[in-house]
Structure formats: C-alpha cells, structure tokens
C-alpha cells in the first residue's frame, strides 16, 4: 500500500475524497445522451463516461446518471436515447451537455437519428436506443438501454477522460 494514504476512514469505509483519486486513474471515454423531450419537443441532453457495452444478444449498453441529474428526467420519457460518442475536439461540446439548466444545444449543429434523437456533428459514433431498465445504485442510477440502431460518423480520436481532466487518444503508429 501507497505510504501516506489510508483506503477507509474512521468509519471503515472508503473516503470519497481518494476513491474518485484513485478511480480517476481509469481513462474513460464520453459520451452525450441526447433525446427530444417529449413534453415540449425541445432537443435535451447530458454528459456522462460511464458508459459501457453490456450485451451483444441482445444488444445492451448502460450509462450512469446521478439521482440529483436535472436532465435524466427530460431523457427518461423520451421513447428513444441517442448515445454520441464524443471525438477529441469536442471538449466544448461535453462542457455544454454537462451544464445544469439552460440551452444546451445553443450554437450545435446536429442531425436527427433514425429514432427522432439528436446526433451531434463530429461524434465518432451513435447509438440509438430504448430504455429497458433502471437501477438504483447509491447516488446514481445505471441505465440499461437495448441499441436499435448506430453507425460511425466523425474521424479522429475520442475524447477521454483521465485524472479530472480532458485529452485525447494518440493513435499507435
């Protein structure tokens, strides 16, 4: 064990404080939820990475959205999700779609998914998809969506996420 630094608290349990340290260590990509909301038919979205693949038979993939989100419950009524995968020299994109209130598609350009969703200009890839479930998991919900459909879209490298902070992915040669 690291000199320094205890894993539990007074009370046995992980400090919050070094179990985001620690797991900031874990490079993750991300990716915006975007759907119409189905009560105005404005576009709405949210930030997030964690986000993984689930199941290919059938076709799962799951995200995590904090119980205190203001915009999970824009996305949840939807009848369809669009996952974007963000592309590296889209920093500015996730900051927006991780903003708490306010237009978030102010100034984005995007196209409807075959499910009626947004997908941003520039996503590396998007997947539409219809919730099949929701967890509750301590301060957060894990969302289980089946894909009905994706494709590929912009070039380049994903957006990461590493040690608190944003970057990109070079590519071996």
């Known amino acids: 064990m690291p000199t320094g630094h205890s894993p539990h608290n007074q009370n046995g349990n992980v400090d919050s404080r ?10 993750t990509g ?3 939820i975007t759907a119409v909301d189905p009560l105005d038919g404005q576009p709405c979205g949210l930030a997030a990475n964690s986000f993984t693949s689930v199941s290919l038979d059938p076709p799962l993939v799951a995200f995590c959205v904090a ?5 999970w419950p824009r996305l949840r009524g939807a009848k369809t999700l669009t ?8 920093q500015a994109v996730c900051a927006q779609m991780a903003t ?7 100034g ?3 196209t409807v998914s075959p ?9 590396l890839a998007w997947l539409d998809c219809a919730v099949e479930a929701v967890h509750p998991a301590g301060d957060h919900m894990i969302v289980v969506a089946r894909v009905l459909h994706l494709d590929t879209g912009g070039e380049g490298g994903p957006l990461v996420f590493f040690r608190g902070g944003y970057g990109g992915f070079v ?3």
């Open 100 to 106: 708490k209130g306010g237009d978030k598609f102010a």
């Open 83 to 90: 996952v974007n995968v963000l592309a590296e020299h889209q």
């Open 115 to 123: 499910g009626g969703s947004p997908v941003l200009e520039g996503a």
């Open 108 to 110: 984005l350009s995007w």
């Open 171 to 173: 590519e071996p040669a």
């Open 18 to 27: 070094r179990f985001r340290q620690v797991l900031g260590r874990f490079a």
């Open 67 to 71: 119980h205190t989100s203001t915009s």
């Open 30 to 32: 991300v990716v915006a």
